[in-house]
């Protein structure tokens, strides 16, 4: 997992949206932003998910990670619902 570094972290901008962005064109994953999120502003694990996932920085991959997770979703109620 990707860590942040000291220059990258001073250098990190104030606003949300706009260090999300930064630290996706950083090359930082969307599990890596939400660790920084928590750490660096405090937010909550809910609030950091959030923020990450609605940003127009993630619309490139939005579709696949919302797919992918309503499939996790679809496979899981069906071995839930399954007989026996």
């Known amino acids: 997992m990707k ?3 000291p220059p990258e972290l ?7 949206a706009d ?3 930064f630290l996706r064109r950083s090359g930082f994953s969307k599990v890596e932003i939400m660790r ?4 660096s502003r405090g937010l ?15 619309d490139d991959v939005r579709d696949r ?3 992918f997770h309503d499939d996790l979703i679809a ?3 069906a071995v839930d619902e399954a007989p026996g």
């Open 3 to 5: 860590q942040i570094t």
């Open 10 to 16: 001073s250098a990190l901008p104030t606003g949300i």
């Open 19 to 21: 260090a999300i962005g």
């Open 36 to 39: 920084v999120l928590v750490e």
């Open 44 to 58: 909550s694990i809910p609030e950091a998910k959030l923020q990450v996932h609605a940003r127009e920085h993630w």
């Open 65 to 67: 990670d919302d797919r």
């Open 75 to 77: 496979v899981a109620t």
